[in-house]
T-cell receptor
Framework: KAGVTQTPRYLIKTRGQQVTLSCSPI?????VSWYQQTPGQGLQFLFE???????NKGNFPGRFSGRQFSNSRSEMNVSTLELGDSALYLC??????????FGPGTRLTVL | KNEVEQSPQNLTAQEGEFITINCSYS?????LHWLQQHPGGGIVSLFM???GKKKHGRLIATINIQEKHSSLHITASHPRDSAVYIC?????????FGTGTSLTVIP
């Protein structure tokens, strides 16, 4: 079974731009969660999608949004990028009640 | 105030030593997760616990729900165990993460 894939792996943007990151879960997994990891704040939960619905949301501003498609693939979008948005963005997929499988992450640099 | 506290922050051990990493949390949980992150960023989920104890190879995870405390033990440590270990509390609608324990096992 293929693992969780994330595209792109690396991205450089400038302040004020917007960015869209993509996550393809393991086949059969309907839950996709997104996380941000920075050296200063560590890992932080962004949101979770299940069957195309946002089920849970962390404490991030509205500039951070996401969606999930009928094939369980998910995208997250960050609008009006700030320098502090530079981070490793990780997604993870799971079946209900089971452990999560993490993707390799997208490293976003905002200049 | 951090919802999840881990100790120690850094740990260096000789190959073969028994290692313990501790995690205390202040929120109500549906599950407690232990994650392993190697240099380069990849994260692997080691355990998901809601009670008692789980074992996988040389790794053992325990949780005491009343005391809101969990431990990760590594028996017969090996240099390939060198990684950052992160504890995460799942409240059912939020994840709270510890800051991680950086483990280095010296041959």
């Amino acid at each position: 079974k293929a693992g969780v894939t994330q595209t792109p792996r690396y991205l450089i943007k400038t302040r004020g731009q917007q960015v869209t990151l993509s996550c393809s879960p393991i086949s059969g997994h309907r839950s996709v969660s997104w996380y941000q990891q920075t050296p200063g704040q560590g890992l932080q939960f962004l949101f979770e999608y299940f069957s195309e619905t946002q089920r849970n949301k962390g404490n991030f501003p509205g500039r951070f949004s996401g969606r999930q498609f009928s094939n369980s693939r998910s995208e997250m979008n960050v609008s009006t990028l700030e320098l502090g948005d530079s981070a490793l963005y990780l997604c993870a997929s799971s079946s209900p009640g089971a452990s999560q499988y993490f993707g390799p992450g997208t490293r976003l640099t905002v200049l | 105030k951090n919802e999840v506290e881990q100790s120690p922050q850094n740990l260096t051990a000789q190959e073969g030593e028994f290692i313990t990493i501790n995690c205390s949390y202040s929120v109500g949980i549906s599950a407690l997760h232990w994650l392993q992150q190697h240099p380069g960023g990849g994260i692997v989920s080691l355990f998901m616990l809601s009670s008692g104890k789980k074992k996988h190879g040389r790794l053992i995870a325990t949780i005491n729900i009343q005391e809101k405390h969990s431990s990760l033990h590594i028996t017969a440590s090996h240099p390939r165990d060198s990684a950052v270990y992160i504890c995460a509390a799942n409240t059912g609608n939020q994840f709270y993460f510890g800051t991680g324990t950086s483990l280095t096992v010296i041959p």
